[in-house]
């Protein structure tokens, strides 16, 4: 028997199956001693209706939130509280086009900006994202508005709300079927963000669309990427990047290269916000390029040579710390309690 993931809990992995039961299932033995991760949003086989034994090929996945077999990305960003973040919002898009999955913008809370200010800034934001290629969607979760586009847009298809905490995801649900009733919860008026409200992902089923509920989450970084494999997740960039003279070319200033840039050059026809995400994220995948670099030369560092015969260093993380050090690791430990309590 076969089925999808739906929801997990723990242990549990909870398995909508082809007559539309949902079965408590355990993952098995063998999977466990694999690492195999399942993710909501994954098909998996089934044995004796409640062992999951083996997953089936996926369509795509996503590392955060951890779902796969995804038609559609909403990146839902709210206008006020919090307020909306350009540098933020092109984190998750360069993420999803990384990951190849279809992205709609929603922006939500639209009834908390008057009339000029709303008009100011939904102007910026069609005109940063709709050359990008991009649909884009303004609602109200509190005021039921725009949700009849929203319908449209998303029809037959799974889609995953992705978006910072607070922005809105779960109203934006509870506001297509208001039977959900979903929790939701304000965002923190010391802060400014929300508090993580949603704990875990599962799939919500809609006459004519599924919905997958994610926690919220912004430590989404570019330490993965090599400094070269960004210029082609920014469409606006690569047009003029794949001018420069030369190919190691960061299109920064101050870069060897920077002479004779054409990104540079053209620097007055590149949305400011676009070209200020493009360098945050360039930094990490510098800083990712610096650590592969140095692992390769550090490599040789964990041999040694014993008796004519290559040997491996224990990694000075793994060998066993002394008692003083546990004890010292301890005292910190106690003193950080109570100060870092964030989700
Ligand atoms: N004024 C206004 N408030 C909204 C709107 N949508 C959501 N809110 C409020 O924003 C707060 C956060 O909403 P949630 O739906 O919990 O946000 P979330 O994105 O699901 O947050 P996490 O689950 O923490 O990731 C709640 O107080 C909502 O009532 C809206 O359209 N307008
Ligand atoms: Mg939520
Ligand atoms: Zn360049």
Do not use: W
């Not at 639209?110 to 940063?128: C, G």
């Not at 919220?216 to 070269?228: H, I, Q, T, W």
């Amino acid at each position: 028997m076969q089925g999808q993931v739906y929801k997990i809990h723990s242990d549990f992995y909870y398995v909508k199956c082809e007559n539309s039961d949902i079965l408590e299932c355990k993952l098995r033995e063998v999977l466990k001693k694999q690492k195999q991760k399942i993710v909501v949003g994954d098909f998996v086989e089934l044995e004796n209706s409640n062992v999951i034994s083996a997953l089936l090929p996926r369509k795509n996945e996503l590392i955060r939130p951890s779902v796969s077999n995804i038609d559609l990305a909403v990146v839902v960003s709210s206008l006020l509280e919090p307020k909306l973040d350009f540098i933020q919002l092109n984190r998750y898009l360069t993420f999803l086009k990384y990951h190849k999955i279809e992205a709609l913008l929603c922006f939500n809370k639209e009834d908390l900006l008057k009339n000029p200010d709303f008009k100011e800034l939904s102007q910026k934001i069609v005109s940063i994202y709709e050359p990008l290629g991009y649909k884009i969607l303004f609602t109200s979760a509190k005021e039921n508005q725009g949700f009849e586009e929203f319908k449209q847009a998303v029809k037959s298809k799974t889609i995953v709300l992705c978006g910072l905490s607070g922005v809105g995801k779960s109203s934006v649900i509870n506001a297509l079927d208001p039977n959900l009733n979903l929790k939701t919860k304000k965002v923190s008026s010391y802060t400014k963000r929300g508090v993580h409200t949603t704990r875990h992902s599962s799939i919500l089923d809609f006459d004519t669309f599924r919905i997958i509920d994610t926690p919220g989450f912004s430590n989404l970084k570019f330490d993965f990427l090599l400094p070269k494999d960004l210029d082609e997740l920014f469409s606006d960039i690569f047009e003029f990047a794949k001018e420069c003279k030369y190919s190691d070319c960061l299109h920064i200033k101050n870069d060897e290269h920077s002479e004779d840039c054409c990104v540079l050059k053209n620097l007055d026809k590149i949305e400011q916000t676009r070209y200020e995400s493009y360098v945050e994220f360039l930094s990490e995948t510098l800083e990712y390029k610096k650590k592969v670099t140095y692992q390769g030369t550090k490599e040789e560092e964990f041999k040694k040579v014993s008796h004519g015969k290559d040997k491996v260093k224990i990694n000075r993380i793994k060998r066993e710390s002394s008692r003083n050090t546990k004890k010292q690791k301890i005292k910190d430990l106690y003193n950080l309690v109570g100060e870092n309590d964030e989700y």
